[in-house]
């Protein structure tokens, strides 16, 4: 569901971008690397809860980000992109939330 839902927000993302011939990175941050590696260091519940912990982390700061841009922004287009992909992400982040509580 993440990755599906995820794919489908990346995709309106890039379109609006390409509309506004804004570019769009195609390699990992330096910080996205470092998680990927932290992770690949680790299995089992140990993998589960950092993996979790990280997935968490970055749907806080997207939300952070999209709602501080809907804010500043008049642009139509970018506030319905931003106010259509919101809930999904609180939706994800509320779904973490729990599954790391089961986790415990």
Known sequence: ???????????????YANLKGISVPTIETNEALKDKNDLAQLSGKDFDMKWCEQIQKNHKKSIRK????MNKTGEVVLKE????????????LEMLQQHEERMK
């Not at 999209?66 to 841009?69: M, P, S, Y």
């Not at 992109?81 to 994800?92: A, D, N, V």
């Open 81 to 92: 992109l931003i106010f259509s992909t919101l809930p999904g992400l609180k939706g994800h």
């Open 66 to 69: 999209f709602e501080l841009r």
């Open 1 to 15: 569901m993440l990755e599906t839902d995820h794919t489908k927000v990346l995709h309106s993302l890039t379109g």
